[in-house]
């Protein structure tokens, strides 16, 4: 016989001898003599019998463990309640059969399995009330507190808090909290919450002048009113419960790195407008574009040394199936470790390795990007997963990823799956059909000479190693220059100000997400890499509104003198992040890329200085973001026409990358964005089509 058949067994002759003491249950003989309604009579009886069921503190602790962790097996339940002798067994089975009799427990036969019922969640709600109102009417003074249970009000716990928490002297939190103690003591309450007594803490610190002991010790996350609002405005929820859960704890961490984790002077001036922080809630957790090498992420398949235990274990991919299996599972975890963009690299070479068979790396292809795409997003922009093609590769294997890629982008409205066409040692030309048709059907691909994301973010680094970018960081070159009184060499100096502190804060974030990826947080990066000793991480700082700021504030026309000014603005900014560089022992590079939310940089700078003022420098809602060719031009331009030159010279100085967009009309012909990227990937070196 089964373990589990003598469990179930036992259970079914719970009438031995329980050997409960007479004071530990209050029996009740109920008298059914008396004249009256006999269903009254069996109602009253009924909730007398009930109530004796809930005299006992054993029966109760039953009824909360079902509650909280049922359904339960008999010997689960048993040791869960802490009878777990010999001897115990029939006290045990006693308080067990009371329950079943009077309906407050059912047992499953067929599961062999005990549940509380709906009648037992009832008592159980009525014990709970019944003993916080005792408590209160009791009249002394209680403390409902974050751990959900209900404590009687002790001050010396506001020190400890104190001493421990926000690290105060013991004779200021003592101080501090004897003139707490009686203002909760003014307030005649006998019922307060920790949220409550924490904020009168904190305000007698504001009072005190202790603002810094004050944001150690202050509660974060989200005011009620915005909570119902998010609830209430469901049709912004685009990724269903994941963006509720994302939200609130985004929410929570951004307020902790503005109070707590960045320099007071660096949240300031996010705060203000001069510069912006993009996944401010994702900032000290992971990084934002990381370049890895596919050979390097499958060949021991899935072993994350412990970490996410749901996650089945894989093995290296033996096969094209199994690689098909794999991958999704690879990108859908790497995907959850960068903020901004995740570039695979040597795709080609993995796929030619498993199979030469074009039909079916494309059917499988398909299927890797289809299911990859239902990848967790942590922001209201995705993180986008990309490879990098070379055009130098196998030209029926590339035409096959390209087919699968505008098979999977027919189906998806707003593909976070992305390509960048490397063509350093190929040609668009031999390619330029199919690309264009996959910048008609709204694919996301950025043409680029060498290694970079779908942003242009460049990767310098000449070995297979993983790359890390830390971004996110975006300056407000307008702002600069309005408070620079149209004097561009002070415009440079303020400039150069900002950035220094900017890149401090940088590196302690570098330091921060490498702690947290040694410490497994990010179990992919943390196993499948060795960057942090490679010390192949880098920082990134993003430059918006550059042709404003010294064109349209400045007042520097767009001539050669004023293209000068432009040019030699970005060459202080390089030299400069590459000097703090060298001094803390880090790469910095400059950029000019698309970055999220920059309207709010117009709405401060409209509130600072004017609607008016903003709007005369404006051509859209936002401060230029990047640079832009107008595809209907290209037939016209060469190598040496003035735009084009200009273009190369900012690519060149900029060594973060710069973003050059080739905006289409959504009525655009294949056959004319055929033209344009091949004449584009003629004259410079990194381009984003976009329909």
């Not at 054993?58 to 869960?80: A, C, F, H, V």
């Not at 890797?368 to 922009?381: A, G, I, P, Q």
């Amino acid at each position: 016989m089964g373990k589990q058949d003598a469990d179930f067994e036992e259970e079914l002759d719970m009438d031995v001898d329980a050997g409960v003491d007479d004071d530990d249950d209050l029996d009740l003989e109920i008298d059914d003599g008396s004249s009256g309604d006999g269903r009254l009579q069996s109602t009253s009886k009924r909730v007398r019998m009930i109530f004796s069921v809930m005299a006992s503190p054993n029966r109760i602790d039953i009824l909360r463990i079902l509650n909280s962790k049922g359904p339960l097996t008999y010997s689960e339940l048993k040791s869960l309640a802490g009878f777990k002798s010999k001897k115990e067994s029939g006290k045990f089975a006693y308080h067990l059969r009371k329950l079943l009799r009077q309906s407050l427990v059912a047992l499953n036969k067929s599961e062999r399995r005990y549940t509380i019922t709906n009648l037992g969640k009832l008592v159980l709600s009525l014990a709970r009330q019944i003993e916080e109102r005792s408590i209160i009417e009791s009249g002394k003074m209680y403390v409902r507190t974050s751990h959900d249970s209900i404590e009687e009000f002790n001050s010396d716990k506001i020190i400890q808090s104190l001493v421990r928490e926000g690290s105060l002297p013991l004779e200021l939190s003592q101080k501090i909290t004897e003139e707490v103690e009686n203002r909760i003591y003014k307030f005649q309450t006998t019922y307060l919450t920790g949220s409550l007594i924490r904020e009168m803490v904190n305000n007698v610190l504001l009072e005190h002048g202790h603002e810094e002991y004050r944001n150690k010790l202050a509660r974060l996350g989200m005011p009620v009113f915005e909570v119902q609002e998010m609830f209430t405005n469901v049709e912004n929820i685009r990724n269903g419960v994941e963006d509720v859960l994302f939200t609130s704890g985004k929410n929570t961490l951004a307020e902790y790195l503005l109070t707590n984790t960045l320099p007071k002077d660096i949240a300031d001036s996010h705060l203000s407008g001069e510069l912006h922080i993009s996944n401010l809630g994702l900032w000290s957790l992971i990084p934002d574009t990381i370049f890895l090498n596919l050979k390097e992420l499958i060949d021991d398949g899935i072993d994350l040394k412990g970490k996410c235990p749901n996650v089945t274990r894989v093995s290296s991919p033996k096969s094209l199936d199994d690689l098909g299996k794999l991958l999704p599972m690879i990108f859908n975890l790497v995907s959850k470790e960068s903020s901004q963009e995740i570039v695979i690299d040597d795709i080609t070479t993995v796929l030619g390795k498993f199979s030469k068979n074009p039909a079916d790396i494309e059917k499988i292809l398909v299927d890797v990007f289809t299911m990859s795409s239902t990848s967790t997003s942590l922001d209201k922009s995705p993180t986008v997963l990309s490879f990098r093609i070379p055009l130098s590769g196998d030209k029926k294997l590339i035409n096959t990823i390209f087919s699968a890629y505008n098979t999977f982008v027919k189906s998806t409205p707003a593909p976070k799956i992305g390509l960048v066409i490397d063509y350093e040692k190929g040609k668009v030309v031999d390619y330029s059909e199919i690309l264009a048709q996959t910048v008609s059907l709204g694919g996301n691909i950025t043409f680029s000479k060498g290694p970079c994301s779908t942003n242009a973010i460049k990767n310098s680094s000449k070995t297979p190693e993983p790359s890390i970018k830390l971004g996110s960081l975006s300056i407000n070159l307008p702002r600069l220059a309005l408070e620079s009184s149209k004097d561009e060499t002070y415009f440079r100096a303020r400039l150069v100000l900002l950035m220094k502190p900017a890149i401090a804060a940088m590196a302690t974030r570098k330091k921060d997400v490498s702690d947290l990826i040694r410490r497994g947080v990010n179990p992919i990066l943390a196993e499948k890499t060795q960057f942090m000793q490679k010390n192949n991480s880098s920082i990134v700082l993003n430059f918006i509104g550059l042709k404003e700021a010294v064109h349209k504030i400045l007042g520097h026309k767009e001539d050669k003198e004023g293209k000068e000014i432009l040019n030699k603005v970005l060459q202080t900014a390089v030299d400069i992040a590459h000097k703090k560089g060298q001094e803390m022992g880090i790469d910095v590079s400059i950029s000019m890329v698309d970055s999220d939310d920059l309207t709010r940089f117009v709405t401060l700078d409209s509130e600072k200085y004017g609607k008016n003022s903003i709007m005369d420098v404006l051509d859209g809602d936002h401060y230029s973001q990047g640079l832009e060719l107008d595809s209907t031009e290209l037939d016209k331009l060469t190598a040496k026409s003035e735009i084009i030159s200009d273009y190369n010279k900012i690519s060149k100085i900029l060594d973060g990358g710069v973003l050059v967009k080739l905006p289409f009309d959504t009525k655009a012909k294949e056959s004319d964005i055929q033209k344009a990227i091949v004449k584009a990937s003629s004259l410079i070196s990194s381009f984003k089509p976009i329909k």
